[in-house]
């Protein structure tokens, strides 16, 4: 693994050794801003950059610039668009887009070239010894130590399918992408789209969108849409009207008793009952509850709270009771913060990371106070895609909806280039059109 050059002040220290547990937008943006600083760049999700992208000029951090050696530890063997999964699940050509090895990611392999992805699972950490036992894909089956200075956990939740793919490995995914679709398109009873939060909504308006003659029914127990997020009831009333105008039906106060397969002119079918009595036979049954968990059986437990999330001051640190709090940060959907779970706030988390362990470097070289940029508490907030359309709230401006507002959110692709493009992950200065 390649080192950056570095001013003459760090010459006569080794690299700096970061650890970061998670490849997925709060990872990546998190290495990737990370390296940027260290080698004198702009950081790439932060405003400086943003505004030489706008000026067609050039970036540079002035900062102190730092040996990184960085180490992204990552279950997949790509980088996952998370939030296309509705449509992943609905078109085969979407879905090979959504998916790209991390060797395929160009900002993995562009100079310093000093981030190395390690396909595998965090055990557990010692905090105070600063050590993680890794266990990788092709190491054997016993973990191994991995020193670090510095640590971000970014694991995220762990979800059930179909609201994540469950594949590790890209080819893997496809054929259960290509297995889920051929079972969710057969046309004769159509399908049945269980849960009404964000997930079940966006999938079945994007299976109605890609199958048109497709009979499809979302199924929520509640006598309101997007129920578990704490949302006006405006944003709830206009995601049914967006739902009801994509064709799909909808039974809501309809909460499943049990689903019974059985075999109808020699296909297989499932019939739905309800608690209020009401059946309904669907060629494919989708449960779109998510029964997400934080991924971080890893971490000491007392940095987690009841649920296993991590508490972090507003700087992402662990607690401060707890041992070098200040080299152990913690960002994205894992931590317990307020506003509803989302990429953009993922990928900010890592930028702030990444400025504060440059704090952290600078710090243990020069001996300077760090001044630690912080997050700021995060109002309810969501742009929700509903087929050709999207609803978007947040408080400063309200509720949103229309054709135009799925393009300013999800582009044409369900913000995957959006998400590339801000990760700049085809290259610090490469940007998709």
Known sequence: MGSIAVDDATKSRPPFKVLVVGGSYGGLSAALNLQDICSGRAARCGPDAKKATIDGTSAAHDGPQFAVDITVVDERDGFYHLIGTPLAFADESYAEK???KYENVPALQQSPNNIRILRGS????DQERKVAKVLGSESGPEPTDLEYDYLIAAAGLRRVFPVVPQSLLRKQYLFEAGDHIQAATANRHGVAVVGGGAVGIEMAAELKLVCPDLKVTLIHSRDKLLSAEPLPDEVKDRSLELVHEASVEVLMSHRVDKTEEFIDNGHKAY???FTNGHTLVA???????????PSTTFLPRDVLNEEGYV???PSLH???ETPNSDDHLAIGD????SGIKRCGGAMHMGYLAANNIHMRMKQAVSGTEPTY???DEIPPMIGLAVGKKAVAYWPTNGVSSGEDVNKLFFGDDLGFDICWNHLRLGGYDVVKA
Do not use: G, H, N, T
């Open 98 to 100: 959504c998916w790209v």
């Open 122 to 125: 965090v055990q557990s950490i």
């Open 271 to 273: 019939k739905v009952y």
């Open 283 to 293: 060629d494919s049954v989708i449960m779109a509850i998510s029964r997400s968990v």
């Open 311 to 313: 508490k972090i001051q």
């Open 318 to 320: 662990f607690p401060s």
């Open 334 to 337: 894992l931590v317990k913060w």
């Open 373 to 375: 940029l912080e997050l």
